[in-house]
């Protein structure tokens, strides 16, 4: 049985919450034995709000778990396996070093940290107790990602020419610290970075990027942000992102990719398929998001004894290690910057 803390009970802890309950109830060998929240109303069931709905029609029972205001007092006091990680970012480095350091397999929430300086900090804890880093990048287990991915990888349609990616809805309302730069890193880190990373996992890391950027939120960041994405090949590859998209907007997120023999849409609801010598179709893909198939996949690995190979930090840090340099490029008027 894998005993699970959760830290931090936001909009997206509480999605998680809500995913490992399902997997409970579906069988799987874990339990989420304690919460650890600074808000004590989040403890007790209180909601956070986002911009995906994440809800299940299932009642929680908050008296079932063990609460916890202060991480350590919850490691001190708990026999945990893995804690789930889904604190505002500039905590990510601490607390994941800090759970590593106690012992446990950790899933860190995107992004992975604020640069990649602290990204080898949590490597190199995970690798000196002998434990596990995951990071949350569900877009490597969305179904219509995951679609996307077997077509470049399979070569059905033959080679990627082009992708456009975007994502794009309200400013953020759930914490103040998100919109604050030196913490959640603005729209360039904290939403763009869903995209970075799929175009990373799915066409390998960039020679360069050209960014261009605008700060609309005083002392934010990057709210809008529109990034270009040099190969080897030459592919025309773009990601944008806009979290002032306010009013009755709500929230979008999709792709739009060609290959030398089709290309594959997804506008958030449905993924269309378009060869070029046929007609187009949509395929049958599991409605669950992301979130649910991230976690399984961690909890079956870590309790199987496996090795995490999706969503490894190694691979994460890389996708900051693009984030970094595409922030450069927008602080200098879009010119190209070379990726480490």
Not at 70 to 80: A, N, T
Not at 83 to 107: S, Y
Not at 272 to 296: H, I, M, R, T, W
Request: proline share 3%.
């Amino acid at each position: 049985m894998l005993r699970i803390g959760l830290i931090g009970l936001g909009f997206m802890g509480r999605s998680h919450l809500e995913n490992y309950l399902r997997l409970e109830r579906e069988g799987a060998e874990i339990e989420v034995v304690a919460l650890c929240d600074m808000d004590a109303n989040k403890l007790a069931g209180g909601s956070a709000g986002g911009n995906i709905d994440t809800s299940s029609e299932n009642e929680i029972d908050f008296n079932r778990f063990s609460k916890y205001a202060s991480v350590q007092d919850m490691l001190d006091k708990e026999q945990l396996d893995a804690v789930d990680i889904t604190l505002p970012t500039f905590l990510h480095r601490e607390v994941a070093v800090q759970c590593l350091n106690a012992g446990l397999h950790v899933l860190c929430e995107k992004p992975m940290a604020m640069n990649a300086e602290d990204c080898d900090a949590m490597i190199a804890a995970a690798e000196a107790n002998g434990k596990q880093l995951m990071i949350g990048h569900c877009l490597r287990f969305w179904p219509a990602y995951v679609y996307l991915k077997d077509i470049v990888t399979s070569g059905k349609f033959g080679k990627a020419t082009s992708g456009v990616f975007y994502r794009g809805g309200g400013t953020p309302s759930w914490g103040p610290w998100v919109l604050q730069k030196e913490k959640g890193g603005g729209a360039l880190l904290d939403m763009h970075v869903h995209d970075t990373d799929a175009i990373h996992w799915l066409f390998g890391k960039p020679e360069a990027v050209s960014c261009s950027g605008k700060n609309v939120i005083v002392g934010s960041g990057y709210d809008i942000v529109s990034t270009n994405y040099r190969y080897e090949d030459g592919n025309v590859v773009n990601a944008c992102v806009d979290w002032t998209l306010n009013g009755d907007f709500g929230f979008e997120m999709g792709f739009r990719v060609n290959f030398e023999g089709g290309n594959i849409q997804f506008n958030g609801d449905r993924v269309k398929v378009n060869p070029n010598d046929s007609a187009g179709f949509e395929p049958q893909l599991s409605p669950d998001q992301g979130y649910y198939f991230q976690l399984k996949y961690f909890v079956e690995t870590v309790a199987s004894g496996g090795q995490i190979a999706e969503a490894t930090s190694v691979s994460a840090k890389g996708s900051i290690q693009i984030i970094e340099a595409e922030r450069e490029s927008a602080d200098n008027r879009g010119e190209w910057v070379a990726v480490k």
